[in-house]
């Protein structure tokens, strides 16, 4: 079964500092992939990136950037230079490429509220 | 409108009442979720639409009924709630039902008294 940890359940930093965000999954699947999203106060989710299990290298979208090593099961995220506009919830999410019932599941873990003081 | 649209955003209801969520998605795809989103746990999956079929049911009571007539739109019916079903609703769409990332409303925020 699949299962996605955020063992960071809140953190908090000031303005301008980095912050990485850990995701450590759990598969037994070879092809899979894995999803960050953010949920601001306002409630929906919004997704940020989609990586597949063969794809390792980093990538890196203007302040924001994701380590993926499939060595340590982890996709972490890495917020640069941080803002408070970026004070969220952050869920990290696998999916495999087996289906459960008659559907892909995308499994969440608990997420990690991020709080950026100005 | 663009993206997922949900109404209401907030709901209190009575456990004899009867409420429907209504979901809206302005995107063109196929695929359209239900997640219970309740307090210091994971996000729950609870029905899957394709196509307007259901594909999914992860063990919810019947006192949650979906409904989805057609691709864009998505129907969660509540009857005879309990208190423990206080949560944030949430729909959600995709291209497809496979890998394709999902595109969330801003749910619906139910309080059952």
């Known amino acids: 079964a699949q299962k996605v940890t955020q063992a960071q359940t809140e953190i908090s930093v000031v303005e301008k500092e980095d912050v990485t965000l850990d995701c450590v999954y759990e598969?037994?699947?070879?092809?899979?992939?894995l999803f960050w999203y953010k949920q601001p106060p306002s409630g929906e989710l919004v997704f940020l990136i989609r990586r597949n299990s063969f794809d390792e290298q980093n990538e890196i979208s203007g302040r924001y950037s994701w380590n993926f090593q499939k060595s340590t099961s982890s996709f972490n995220f890495t917020i640069t230079a941080s803002q408070v506009v970026d004070s969220a919830v952050y869920f990290c999410a696998l999916s495999e490429d087996t289906w459960s019932g008659s559907a892909r599941q995308l499994t969440f873990g608990s997420g990690t509220q991020l709080t950026v003081l100005p | 409108e663009t993206g997922v649209t949900q109404t209401p955003r907030h709901l209190v209801m009575g456990m004899t009442n009867k409420k429907s969520l209504k979901c809206e998605q302005h995107l063109g795809h196929n695929a359209m979720y239900w997640y219970k989103q309740s307090a210091k746990k994971p996000l729950e999956l609870m029905f899957v639409y394709s196509l307007e079929e259901r594909v999914e049911n992860n063990s919810v009571p019947s006192r949650f009924s979906p409904e989805c007539p057609n691709s864009s739109h998505l129907f969660l019916h509540l009857h005879t709630l309990q208190p423990e079903d206080s949560a944030l609703y949430l729909c959600a769409s995709s291209q497809g039902l496979g890998l394709d990332e999902q595109y969330f409303g801003p749910g619906t925020r139910l309080t059952v008294t």
């Open positions: 598969t037994r699947d070879t092809t899979y992939y």
